[in-house]
Nanobody, 124 residues
Framework: QVQLVEFGGGLVQPGGSLRLSCAAS????????MGWFRQAPGKEREFVAA????????EYSDSVKGRFTISRDNAKNSVYLQMNSLKPEDTAVYYC?????????????????WGQGTQVTVSS
């Protein structure tokens, strides 16, 4: 089991950028696939991006591809989500999640460990 804490949410204008961070503790970080998910009010939690333990493979949802970048630093037990060209529809609570193993999954229930979430609001 790994404990996750997210940082970096906030209010940003459309077209702006934010960088989310997620710090992990309690496990062998490089053995986990790390994912970012988000949940808007009244909607289900949805996949945003994920990265394998080595960082060699990444996956993105179609809605963020080309605008968001996921990365990780295994020496710092951290994963990041750089969000550019933000849109009002990106407004949501963003969650960091971990799954032990080598495969990337898009389904939230397949991730075992979750952070508490950080609010991202895109509004003028």
């Amino acid at each position: 089991q790994v404990q996750l804490v997210e940082f970096g949410g906030g209010l940003v204008q459309p077209g702006g950028s934010l960088r989310l961070s997620c710090a992990a503790s309690g496990g062998t970080f490089s053995s986990y696939v790390m994912g970012w998910f988000r949940q808007a009010p009244g909607k289900e939690r949805e996949f945003v991006a994920a990265i394998t333990g080595s960082g060699g493979r990444t996956e993105y949802s179609d809605s963020v591809k080309g605008r968001f970048t996921i990365s990780r630093d295994n020496a710092k037990n951290s994963v990041y989500l750089q969000m550019n060209s933000l849109k009002p529809e990106d407004t949501a609570v963003y969650y960091c999640a971990a799954r032990r193993g080598g495969n990337i999954y898009y389904t939230p229930r397949l991730y075992n460990d979750w952070g508490q979430g950080t609010q991202v609001t895109v509004s003028s």
